[in-house]
């Protein structure tokens, strides 16, 4: 569950990066807690250290050392959330997030290896299913040449990929592909570890909610395949 071994995308030149990267480095250490800290990166199994700043207070931090600032462009956007990544406290990390979030109509499918950078380097699922489903999703959404990205990313080593492909299709509702999402779940149907096999259930959940009789004979079908805990999972608010 570590980084991959690819060379990080190069961090281009942007004057909005210096001025909110100065902001954020300035306003978020004065709010730090060392003893939430401490039970914040217990909760997420040691994946990196933290400040100790909870949700609310730490996008009310953000809110601060964004205002006035302008909009950016991808540039800005890459600049911003590998700087971010580059910072050992997950608050930046997460500060990068919704920053991607918030502008992910300002980028391109050229945006696309950022994000498999972002999926691999201090990998886990609260910042992992975030870009799957509001960074990586919305690129593919907007470029649906990506969709061979997406076809390879699935049966990728690296299982954080792979669960970025599993949920990049989250949000869709009525305009989800239900040939590749099954297919994708076929894919992986096999796969140990539990963050595969609970992506699975639960890219099936969201999906029951808008076709649930699709979702029902798909596992009448397949059931066999898949772990029990994917099953719960994926039949959870629609039963058998």
């Known amino acids: 569950m570590t980084a991959t071994g690819a060379t990080p995308p190069g961090v281009p030149r942007s004057a909005l990066a210096d001025t909110v990267l100065a902001r954020v480095t300035d306003v978020f250490p004065p709010a730090a807690d060392p003893e939430r ?28 050392a964004l205002a006035g600032t302008s909009r950016p462009d991808e540039a800005d956007c890459t600049a911003i959330a590998l700087r971010c990544w580059a910072l050992p406290e997950r608050e930046y990390h997460y500060f990068a997030v919704d920053y991607l979030r918030r502008h992910a109509g300002r980028l391109s499918s050229g945006f696309l290896p950022v994000a498999r950078h972002l999926v691999t380097a201090v990998p886990w699922w609260d910042t992992v299913d975030l870009l799957a489903a ?31 492909a599993l949920l990049h299709q989250l949000p869709r509702k009525e305009r989800t592909d239900p040939d590749r999402l099954f297919a994708y779940c076929l894919l992986q149907s096999g796969h140990p570890d539990f963050f595969i096999r609970k992506a699975i259930g639960w890219a099936l959940r969201e999906y029951a909610k808008t076709d649930p009789e699709a979702v029902r004979a798909f596992l009448a079908r397949e059931r066999g395949r898949f772990a029990p805990l994917t099953v719960r999972e994926a039949l959870k608010n629609i039963g058998a």
Do not use: C, E, Q, S
């Open 134 to 164: 509001h960074v990586v999703g919305g690129l593919v959404a907007a470029d649906r040449a990506l969709t061979a990205d997406m076809d390879a990313w699935i049966t990728d080593g690296d299982l954080w990929v792979a669960r970025t």
């Open 37 to 64: 800290a401490g039970v914040m990166r217990a909760y997420m199994k040691d994946v990196a250290p933290f400040l100790g700043i909870p949700t609310p207070a730490r996008r009310a931090l953000a809110r601060t």
